[in-house]
C-alpha cells in the first residue's frame, strides 16, 4: 500500500480483556516494528521483526505481550487480560532493511484506551 | 544501552524567529542519530538524519542539525520558523544496523503569528 496501515484507530475495552492491533507494512519492506506512545513515557521499543530471522522481543514490557508476523507481511500485536497502564498508542513501523536505509516509516497508530 | 534526553517539553517562538530544540544522548557504542517530527493528527515522519560522514544534516524545509560528538549532542535548528512547523519533534538514536530506536521524550513546538 501507499502506507503503513494500522487498525483499529481507536479500542475501548474493559480491563482483563484481550486485545488484538494490526499492522499492514508498506509492500516490500522486511522489517517491521512495533513502539508504544504513552503520556509521560515517550516512544517506547516493543519488538522487532526481520525477514525470516527470530524476532526482538526484547522491549515487551510483559508476558501478555505478544506480536506476530505472518508470511513476512502483516503483523499482529495481541495483549491479553489488559490492564489501565496498557492504555497508550500503539505504533507500528516498517523499513526495507533497518536504520542503514536510515528511515522508518510510522503509521498513524492504534489508540487503546482500558477502562 | 542508549538514553536521549530532549532538554525543553515545550518551545513557543513567534513565526520568522529562530529556534533551536535541544538534544543529548548516551551511548556506550557508535551511533546514528534522528529527528522525527509528528504533525497535528498525523503520524511520526524523518525530518532529518546523522548515519556517517558529514556532520551537518539538512531537511528540505530549512531544519538542521549537527552532530557533536564530543558534547554528545544533536540539537535542531531552524533559522526562521514558519507556523506551518508547529508540531511536535522527537530525537532518536540507534546503536544498531537496525531500526531499534531510542526516543527522546519529545519537544512540542508552537510557532505563533
Known amino acids: 500500500g501507499a502506507g503503513v496501515s494500522q487498525s483499529p484507530s481507536n479500542k475501548v475495552t474493559e480491563k482483563g480483556k484481550d486485545v488484538e492491533l494490526r499492522c499492514d507494512p508498506i509492500?516490500?519492506?522486511?522489517?517491521l516494528y512495533w513502539y508504544r506512545q504513552s503520556l509521560g513515557q515517550g516512544l517506547e521499543f516493543l519488538i522487532y521483526?526481520?525477514?525470516?530471522?527470530?524476532?526482538?522481543k526484547s522491549g515487551l514490557p510483559s508476558d501478555r505481550f505478544s506480536a506476530e508476523r505472518t508470511g513476512g507481511s502483516v503483523s499482529t500485536l495481541t495483549i491479553q487480560r489488559t490492564q489501565q497502564e496498557d492504555s497508550a498508542v500503539y505504533l507500528c513501523?516498517?523499513?526495507?532493511?533497518?536504520?542503514?536505509?536510515?528511515?522508518?516509516?510510522f503509521g498513524e497508530g492504534s489508540r487503546l484506551t482500558v477502562l | 544501552a542508549q538514553s536521549v534526553t530532549q532538554l525543553d517539553s515545550q518551545v513557543p517562538v513567534f513565526e520568522e524567529a529562530p529556534v533551536e530544540l535541544r538534544c543529548n544522548y548516551s551511548?556506550?557504542?557508535?551511533?546514528?542519530l534522528f529527528w522525527y517530527v509528528q504533525y497535528p493528527n498525523q503520524g511520526l515522519q524523518l525530518l532529518l538524519k546523522?548515519?556517517?560522514?558529514?556532520?551537518l544534516v539538512e531537511s528540505i524545509n530549512g531544519f538542521e542539525a549537527e552532530f557533536n560528538k564530543s558534547q554528545t549532542s544533536f540539537h535542531l535548528r531552524k533559522p526562521s520558523v514558519h507556523i506551518s512547523d508547529t508540531a511536535e519533534y522527537f530525537c532518536?538514536?540507534?546503536?544498531?544496523?537496525?531500526?531499534?530506536?531510542?526516543f527522546g521524550q519529545g519537544t512540542i513546538l508552537t510557532v505563533h503569528p
Open positions: 513501523a516498517s523499513s526495507l532493511e533497518g536504520v542503514g536505509t536510515g528511515e522508518l516509516f
Open positions: 509492500s516490500g519492506h522486511t522489517a
Open positions: 521483526f526481520q525477514g525470516n530471522s527470530a524476532p526482538d
Open positions: 551511548s556506550s557504542v557508535s551511533v546514528y
Open positions: 546523522y548515519l556517517s560522514g558529514s556532520t
Open positions: 532518536a538514536v540507534s546503536g544498531t544496523s537496525y531500526g531499534k530506536l531510542t
